[in-house]
């Protein structure tokens, strides 16, 4: 003997019948305004959806500039790096680059040497 299953009603039940019974014995007036405020209703969801949320316009964009500012300072870190790896280099084996720093920043000379400055005419 097959079981029977006693379906309850939903809680919207008597809400969608009587909607869509008075939909049905309306005139066609009514039913176009019915469908046009739910177009428009679902517009203004689907606006709210792209302005909103994790996938929304705004915060695409500020992701968008936060990747860009990023790849700029890793672009600004690697020229630093570079910068300093030939600096070193040349610290540890360019004689003249060494002779000039001491020339330039630490004012040194070599024994017997005399510098004239010339301040101003």
Known sequence: MPRRVRKSPSIFAPLTENFVKRLSGTSQRFR???????????????LYSLMSGTYGIPRIIRLELE?????????????DLVDAAR?????????????????????????????????GQ
């Open 87 to 119: 600096l070193k280099k040349m610290l540890e084996s360019d004689r003249i680059y060494l002779e000039y720093l001491a020339r330039t920043r630490y004012h040194m000379t070599y024994p017997d040497e005399t510098i004239y400055r010339y301040r």
């Open 32 to 46: 176009r305004r019915v469908v046009k405020y739910g177009f428009w209703g679902i517009g203004l969801l689907f």
């Open 67 to 79: 990747r860009r500012a990023l790849v700029e300072c890793s672009r600004r870190d690697l020229v």
